[in-house]
C-alpha cells in the first residue's frame, strides 16, 4: 500500500489496524513486578483485569507503588482495541511531505486538528498529539512484529507546551522487551533513560511469573 494509490486516509487506518491489540477476550494477567529507581529496587504483584484495569499490590513505597502504577496505565491504554471509527471518526486526514527515510506525513484536522503521524511500512513511527494543553511527540525507531500486528521496541518521547513551545523536561528513551503467554504479548522489561539537569537518569521495570486469569476472575 502506497501513498500514491490511497487516501491519506486509509494508509493511516491500515498503519492505525497494524498495531497489536489485546482481543475482546483477553483474560487479564498477574505478574510479579521489579522496580528499579536508579538507586533502589521495590518488588510487588501487579493484576490487570479483563476490563484492563491495573492494581499494584506488595509495594509499601508510595511514590514506587505510583510510579509502576503509571507504567501499567501506559501499557493497558496501548493495548485496548478501539475501532477506527471511534478513536478518530471526527478526525480528517491529508498528505504532508515524504521524508527522507521514505515515511509518510499523515496531517490531521477535524477534532485533532494540529496533531500530524508519520507512517512507513505500514506502521506509525513519529505521533505528534495535543493532550490537555500538552504537546507529546514520540519517535519509533524499531518495532517487534507479532504476526497480529506491531509493538514498539525502542522509542523516544518529549513533552512541550502547547501554547509556547517550551520543551517541558528532558527526553526520555524507551526500550520495550515482549513474552507471549497463551496467545498473548505481555511486556516484561521496560527501561526508560530520561535526560535530566543532573545527567541521565535511568529506570528499569521487570515484569516475572506471568499468569493469565481465569475468564471471571
Known amino acids: 500500500m502506497t501513498a500514491t494509490h490511497v487516501s491519506a486516509e486509509e494508509l493511516f487506518r491500515a498503519a492505525y489496524e497494524n498495531r497489536y491489540t489485546w482481543d475482546p477476550e483477553f483474560p487479564g494477567y498477574s505478574a510479579e513486578v521489579t522496580y528499579w529507581d536508579g538507586k533502589r529496587t521495590f518488588v510487588g504483584q501487579v493484576r490487570v483485569g479483563a476490563d484492563l484495569k491495573a492494581t499494584v499490590t506488595g509495594v509499601e513505597d508510595e511514590e514506587a507503588r505510583k510510579a509502576i502504577q503509571e507504567q501499567m496505565w501506559e501499557i493497558t491504554v496501548h493495548r485496548v482495541r478501539r475501532s477506527f471509527a471511534e478513536a478518530h471518526g471526527q478526525n480528517t ?71 509556547t513551545g517550551e520543551q517541558k523536561g528532558g527526553r526520555s528513551q524507551f526500550e520495550d522487551l515482549y513474552t507471549k503467554v497463551g496467545k498473548y504479548y505481555l511486556l516484561s522489561e521496560r527501561r526508560i533513560q530520561t535526560e535530566t539537569e543532573a545527567g541521565v537518569v535511568e529506570k528499569r521495570f521487570s515484569f516475572s511469573n506471568f499468569a493469565l486469569l481465569d475468564a471471571g476472575a
Open 93 to 163: 486526514f491529508r498528505y504532508g511531505q515524504i521524508l527522507p527515510d521514505g515515511s509518510v506525513e499523515i496531517l490531521v484536522g477535524g477534532k485533532a486538528e494540529g496533531d500530524r503521524y508519520h507512517v512507513r511500512d505500514n506502521q506509525i513511527t513519529m505521533v505528534h498529539r495535543h493532550i490537555h494543553g500538552v504537546v507529546v511527540t514520540i519517535h519509533t525507531f524499531s518495532s517487534h512484529d507479532t504476526g497480529e500486528g506491531y509493538l514498539s521496541h525502542r522509542y523516544d518521547s518529549v513533552y512541550h507546551d502547547a501554547k
